[in-house]
Nanobody
Framework: VQLQASGGGLVQAGGSLRLSCAAS????????MGWFRQAPGKEREFVSV????????YYADSVKGRFIISRDNAKNTVYLQMNSLKSTDTAVYYC???????????????????WGQGTLVTVSS
């Protein structure tokens, strides 16, 4: 399975971007799709996750109310709509796919088996 993230770029504070993550190699039935981000000098942090059906969605407190995650299973693609962007949102954003095993939580990187290469989001203040 390959995950290809795209949509990053430079945006002013208060602006919006939409990230996409396209999966290839197989359909991701029963996989949760998550977004993480990593700012320079910081650890990778959880942003959001969505279940296969879309019935389960979680957001980090730092993005709740500003970011919206969605998926199009017919296109094997997950999206992250980012609104009201802040300079603190500047990071490389990674998409990931994983299945629930009961060992790790959705917000933990080991939960995810497949990772995309990352796309850089820079928010200027």
């Amino acid at each position: 399975v390959q995950l290809q993230a795209s949509g990053g770029g430079l945006v002013q504070a208060g602006g919006s971007l939409r990230l996409s993550c396209a999966a290839s190699g197989r359909t991701l039935n029963d996989y949760y799709m998550g977004w993480f981000r990593q700012a320079p000098g910081k650890e990778r942090e959880f942003v959001s996750v969505i279940s296969w059906s879309g019935g389960t969605i979680y957001y980090a407190d730092s993005v709740k109310g500003r970011f919206i995650i969605s998926r199009d299973n017919a296109k094997n693609t997950v999206y992250l709509q980012m609104n009201s962007l802040k300079s603190t949102d500047t990071a490389v954003y990674y998409c990931a796919a994983g299945q629930y095993t009961g060992v790790y939580g959705y917000n933990s990187p080991p939960f995810y088996k497949y990772w995309g290469q990352g796309t850089l989001v820079t928010v200027s203040s």
